[in-house]
């Protein structure tokens, strides 16, 4: 373990009770306090032009202009600074920002998006004010109000001279909200920057709560059953030589895989699409087909698509056994076969995650605004932040702009919260760098 990864570790220890503040603040994080404070009117000026530039996951010009809209910016705080073609994955690309100090602190990977779920063809294309303190804008907490946080946060520490000492990639990917294909392409940029760093920190909006942070997420992959049956006239269903066909198969198989799954604390398994008959047709990147039967006939093929969760690879690996044993077990006279994709891994709470979490809550203790808890994993979904998982000691997710009504045309932000979570954030980096 690095010298500068003992120490934090060592410093979190001496934090495990993380609700009860153990220090003012120190003249040089009161001076990022200070710096957060003066400049954050016009960092959501910078936000609120990004949000106005549609960048739905395929459009591509508006993906790459919300990131040209932020090179500069990096740049100016001494990054090095490129844009990643994606055209080998089917997306934008991605903009990676480098900064190679020469201090002994940590080498720190910070991860936000640039697409949003919402394409020119959505209605939902402006920042709105609203009352109450509230802003309504296609991706102002999913995730471009994460985006300028993290800024925020690198800016006060360049404010106070210790950014250009600081090791520190930042990848903004282009296709979170809609991946590229194939993954490994399309996550290359992470997993390369997650094999260099020690620590990973995700600014998403998590569940929406500023008093939460995510140390684990669920992965999210699909599954594909296949089944094959003995067509037959209706009134010989179940005969010796004939079985049951396509669709009871179909429903023997998920029936048990809700009866021996469903305890599984944290893991889901959802049949989203399911065609059968005596022909079928399936547009499986398109999610729709077609289905030919009669009430009088047994039924020949049957197809269903789904999604899984789960918490950990042992957790994944264990339902995929479990699925496939009771694929294997078929009716008389039919057959079937599951596929399964990988998709986003989990990443598990490990104490490495637990122990950053308690920086985080501490510096948020010392700063007035109350203690950080671990999201339940079941109210976030998969993040790229989850491409790390295993290549560093310490993650954590969740630290960007909170609000509610994500991927819909409510999504709304709680504007205060901009300026409470760019100083959490400068505080937790500037604490990593200092131990």
């Not at 500068?4 to 603040?25: E, M």
């Not at 910070?110 to 063809?121: A, N």
């Not at 089944?227 to 006239?233: D, E, K, L, N, R």
Request: overall charge negative; aromatic content about 6%; hydrophobic content about 45%.
């Amino acid at each position: 373990m690095p010298r500068s990864l003992a120490a934090i570790f060592a410093a979190a220890l001496l934090v495990a009770c993380p609700y009860q503040s153990v220090a003012q603040l120190s003249e040089i994080e009161q001076a990022m306090v200070a710096f957060i404070d003066a400049t954050n009117a016009g960092a959501e000026a910078e936000l609120i032009e990004s949000v106005n530039i549609n960048s739905g996951s395929m459009n591509f010009a508006g993906v790459k202009a919300v990131a040209e809209h932020m090179m500069p910016l990096f740049e100016a705080i001494g990054f090095d600074v490129r844009w990643e073609d994606g055209s080998a994955f089917g997306r934008a690309g991605h903009l990676v920002a480098e900064l190679r100090g020469g201090g002994e602190g940590p080498k720190i990977l910070l991860i936000g998006h640039l697409d949003t779920v919402f394409e020119p063809s959505s209605p939902f294309q402006e920042f709105r004010r609203l009352e109450n303190d509230r802003a309504s804008g296609p991706g102002i907490t999913d995730m471009k109000g994460g985006n300028f946080i993290m800024l925020q946060a690198l800016r006060a520490l360049n404010d106070v001279g210790l950014l250009a000492e600081m090791d520190i990639t930042v990848v903004l990917t282009g296709d979170e909200e809609l991946s590229g294909d194939p993954l490994a392409l399309s996550k290359k940029a992470i997993t390369d920057a997650a094999e260099y760093a020690d620590i990973a920190i995700g600014f998403e909006d998590g569940d929406g709560n500023d008093a939460t942070a995510n140390i684990s997420r669920r992965g999210a992959s699909g599954w594909l059953l296949e089944v094959t049956g003995t067509p037959a006239h209706s009134s010989q269903v179940f005969r010796e030589d004939i079985g049951p066909g396509a669709i009871y198969e179909t429903a023997r198989i998920l029936l048990l895989f809700l009866e021996n799954l469903q305890q599984e604390e944290n893991l889901t398994f959802n049949p989203g699409h399911i065609i059968g008959g005596t022909d079928i047709t399936h547009d499986l990147e398109n999610s729709q087909g077609t289905a030919f039967g009669k009430d009088n006939v047994v039924a020949e093929t049957a197809l269903v698509t789904g999604d899984l969760r789960a918490m950990s690879l042992e957790q994944l690996e264990r339902a995929r056994t479990t699925m496939r044993e009771i694929v294997a077990a078929n009716f008389p006279h039919t057959s079937a076969t599951i596929t399964f994709d990988d998709g986003y891994p989990p990443l598990a709470p490990t104490e490495g995650n637990r122990r950053l979490l308690r920086l985080y809550s501490q510096a948020s203790v010392d700063l007035g605004f109350g203690p950080v808890a671990p999201v339940n994993p079941r109210l976030a979904g998969a993040a790229d932040v989850s491409f790390t998982s295993g290549l560093v000691d310490m993650a954590i997710d969740g630290l960007g702009l909170s609000g509610s009504g994500g991927h819909t045309v409510d999504e709304t932000a709680r504007m205060s919260a901009f300026s409470s979570q760019s100083k959490r954030a400068a505080l937790l980096l500037h604490r990593l760098y200092a131990q």
